[in-house]
Each structure stands twice: as C-alpha cells, then as structure tokens.
C-alpha cells in the first residue's frame, strides 16, 4: 500500500498549547495582557506592542471569509483526493486572519464575507487535529 | 560620507529558458563572465561578491560558494535572501559596499538551472512545501504558491471590483514584451481570452496568470564611478532604494491589498527627490498577473484599488502611459527562483543605455525596479538614472 502522507504542523514550544487545543477542540490564541489583543500565529512576544506578557485564551471560533481560494491543482500527491478544495483566510471575532480550509459546503459555494465557525479534522495521520471552517 | 559614488557599470545574462545540462554555477558564470565583459573588466578585478541561494542543490553560505568558484578573494561578499527581493537588494547592497569603501568592483551573480535540475511537479511540491507557507499554520492546509496570491487576487476583486480580463492583460501585455526580447523564454503572443481558457489553478489565477520556471542566470557589476567613466558603457546610478514588510507570512497578515511596496516606494522617491510622474519605464516584480495590479497602486502610479484599470487598453504596453516590465518579466521572460528578480534590473540598465532593441521606450532618463519577496511580503525599491542628478 502506498500511504502520501500531508505534511503535518509539528508543534514547537513557542506553539504546542495551540495544538493542544485543537486536540481538545478549541482555538486556543496568544492574548496580550498589556494591550489586550490577540495575534496569530502563535509568537513569544506580542507583534503589536512587543510586551511578552502573554496568555493563552480559547476564541469563539466564530469568523468570516476575508479571502479564498479554490485550489484545482495538488500541490503534492497527497492531496490529489481532495480537489477542488477551499483554502482561504478566516478573520476571527477576536481580530487576528488565520489561514485554514472551509469544508462540508461545495467549494463553489464559498464567497467572501460569509459567516463561518471552526470546527476540527485530523491531520490526516498521527494525533494532531487542524482546526478548519464551515458556514456558520 | 568619504564623497565615493557608485555605478552599475556591467550587465550580463545566460542563456534563459529551457538550458538543459548547464549547471547553477556554469548559468552563474556565463551570466557573470558576460556582465564583466559588458564592462570592460575581468574576474581578476572584482574584489566583492553578492549572490542568493538556490534551490537546486544545498551550498553552504552560497557567497563563499560562488566566490570560490570564481577565485575570488573578496574583500567583501554577502548571501542576500529577500527572495524575489533580493536581485534589487543585492544592487542595493553592492552599491553601499563600494560607496563605504568595502570594496571596488562588486559584482552580483544570480540564478539557476530551476527548470531541467527536475520535473515539474517536484518543483511545484517543494515550492509549495519549503516556499512561502508557514510550515505549521499554511502548509498543512494545502495551498500551492499560486494559492497564497490567489488570495490577495479574491480579495482585491471583492474590494475593489478587479476583473479576472484585467488580470488576464497584465500577462498578455508582458508577454508580448518577452516576444521583444531575443533571450526570453515563452515568446508566443496570447490573447485575453488564452489566459481565461487556460486551466484554472487556484481560484481566481489560471496557469497564464502564473510565473513560469526557467533556467538561467543574470549578472551586474558595480563600481566607483570616477572609474566607471574610464569603462565600455555608460554608467547607470542608483538615485533612491527603499525597503518595505508589513507581515512574514500571508496568512495572518492585516490587510491582503496593501503591501509594504507602498513603504519601499515612497523612502525610494523620497530619497531620490522624484515621484512616479517621473518614471519612464517601471520594472515591477510579476510573480503573478495580481502582483502588478498592487504594485502599480502601492507604488503610487494610481490611486488604490485603480490597478485592474491602469492596466487595461495597452496602457501598461510600449507605447502606453507606463511601458511595465519590458523585458516579459517572470510571466513570460523567464523566471529561475531567487535570481528572477534580478532580470528586471537589468532591462531598467539596458533601457537606460537606450540598448533595449525593438521594446526600448524613447528617452529614458529614469527607471525603476521592483522586487517582491514572500508573498507581497519584502519589497525593495529602486530608482535609477543614466545621469548623476
């Protein structure tokens, strides 16, 4: 049997409780406690004021589409099965844009501006999960 | 200041296109030994090396790679990594190095055999995989490179009201410039209608709308300018450079249709005293057809949001109100990775030297280069006269 495995996150120290919440099913970002906002993706100083007085806090996971794209072409094997599939940007309620997928909807039916909420999917092989998108 | 001013004073290209058995450091050397020639100067003079990595095979701290290849003993060398960046940094670099009196014949090689070094699908995989993407948040999602501008392409649209027929000018305006230019590899015209029919790739870009992958290698050498009058052709100045990065990756950055060329561009005119106005030609970075749109808006050439607009009715064509990218830029004229960019420095010197053949625009007295790294990420700014002020 051939396997084509996705690449995978491998969690680093600097990101690991994000992982470990996606495990759990939550988004969990880096909320700055001296200017209060989120940043993503998960750093160890705050990008907007450079404070390192940081904590993690679970988002409402809720957002709209800020950008898509429907992929037509794999980028690798391993993702041949999914075409055409939906990557886009997720400007979450809390502020930051994350990049993710948006799947259980045809990819035709994806618009900017759509309301969506996380949800959460294997990563194709081993135990992380990847928080992805549907239409809210 | 110690008062040394600097010039480009040699340019040189290999073979573009599909060169098959030539390596990264014989397309290097071809492209080095042409720029030297160019010149009126030998290996044996230069004493500075600027370079980038490649992609094709690992080189450990690449300046002193191509340096050793060359034998030279350099009293200065650098690795500059802005990818698409980095051909206008390295200009940038090499001519602070021999104003400071680092060193006094720089010369800056790039390229690489890209397109023959393996299939196409491997380079697309290990573009997608070890390119732009972060790692961990992007990479695991899918996106090709195409992926993470159609992005940015969606989003213009949406804002802005762009058409995917503007987009589609774009490559079919810089592709009749690559059928001007002996040395471009994809010289066959197409038509508006060939980019939209094309096959979708990522939603909105078609494969016309994509930077092609070439072999190939470009060259420049930098010198004082009290020297550089004593040289074969006419020198070539740097008038004002600037930098610009608003996010590392594209994913999380605050805003998809402003990028940091609007920062680049206004410390690059600020410094040189002029304005866009006063660009005759402009040799801006075409990864993909939306990458000019922006480009065009950030660098102040017309008001954001105006790009799909601009570009319409040849005006972006020789003869039109800006004639962009001349040489057929990465769409069409040829594209070997990091060293890429760099071809769009070399068409703003030959325009300057009036030595551009059958796509040379009339009377340019002043030109600029764009280099786009990243995805919209890094930009680097130039602007550069065939006169001292």
Known sequence: ?136 | MNGIRAAIVGIGESQVGKVPGRSALQLQSDAALAALADAGLKIGDVDGLFTTPVRVEHWNMPAGVVAGFFGIRPNYLSTVDLAGASGCSMIDQAIAAVESGRCEVALCVAGQNLLSNRSRSQAVQSMAERGSGHPQFEVPYGPLVPSLYALIAQRHMYEYGTKPEQLAEVAVTIRTHAGLNPNAHKKDPITVGDVLSSRMITSPLHVLDCAIVSDGAAAAVVTRADRARDLRKSPVYLLGSGYGLRHGYVGDAECLTTSGAVDSGRTAFSKSGLGPKDIDVAEIYDCFTITVIVELEDLGFCPKGEGGRFVENGNIGLGGQLPVTTHGGLLSGGHPGLGGGFFHVLEAVRQLRGEAGGRQVPKVEVALAHGNGGVVSVHCTLILGNSDK
């Open chain 1, 1 to 136: 049997m051939t396997s084509l495995p996705k690449p995978l996150p491998a969690p680093d120290p600097a990101t690991s409780e994000y992982w470990a919440g996606a495990k759990q099913g939550e988004l969990r970002l880096p909320k700055c406690r001296d200017c209060g906002k989120f940043h993503f993706y998960p750093r160890t100083l705050c990008p907007h004021c450079g404070s390192v007085n940081l904590e993690w806090k679970n988002c409402s996971g809720r957002g709209v589409v800020y950008s898509y794209t429907v992929v037509h072409r794999a980028p690798s094997p391993a993702f041949e099965a999914d075409v055409p599939y939906v990557v886009a940007v997720i400007a979450l309620e809390e502020g930051p844009h994350l990049m993710s997928s948006i799947i259980n909807v045809p990819a035709d039916r994806v618009r900017v501006g759509e309301n969506v909420r996380v949800t959460f999917r294997s990563a194709g092989s081993g135990d992380e999960m990847l928080p992805m998108f549907e239409l809210a």
